[in-house]
């Protein structure tokens, strides 16, 4: 199915069967990162969860998945695996798995979406917001002190200036935190629009169901 935001379409769709195979892997990932405290590198570690299996859907046909969290699933389980992905591009993440057997739904939160469908910059306009807010501070006092300079005779445009200018940078933060959380609250409504009509929850969540958000 297809959900439209904004001027894109969310595409969502699901793959329901039965589950074999399943396999539950946890890696150890190493990184160097530098402290500027200390002025050295150091190692650090980081856990990296998997599962994965093969689904065998009832026209017999079978799809290998994977979800990158340790969920609850043995073999022979009925499961559905929903992915997601925008219409203009080739590319689908998942982004909930339903265990019928246990009813439960791992489904991962809309700000974690928001990051594997690159989904920011169409509520946030990009960066250029926040940069024009920026270049407001220094070109108002800069502007006000040309053009009203020989007026006053005074440092007094250049202040105004500066706080036309730091009003601007303001105004535009709160403009850009508002528009990102409705483009958040957007993208989550329409997740949940989608995991629901995959499952055919008409009636929203069904009694007995258990939901896990999950973060990546």
Known sequence: MSIPIGKRNLVVYGISGTAYG??????????EE?????????????NRHSTTWWIKQPDGTEKECRFGQLIPLRDGQDVTIIYVGWSDEDTV??????????????VYTARSMSISLDYGGSFTNGCMLPVLGFLAVPVFPFWASIKYGH??????????GFGVGLTTLIAIAIYTKRTAARGMARL??????GIHRTLNWTDGIPSGVTVKTLEK
């Open 93 to 106: 993440t998942p982004v909930a798995v339903f265990n019928a057997a246990t009813k439960e739904l791992s």
């Open 22 to 31: 399943v396999k539950q892997n946890t890696d150890v990932v190493y990184r």
């Open 188 to 193: 989550d409504a329409a997740l949940q629009t």
């Open 151 to 160: 007026v006053y005779r005074s440092e007094t445009p250049a202040w105004i």
């Open 34 to 46: 530098y402290s500027a405290s200390t002025k050295r590198a150091h190692l650090t570690h980081s």
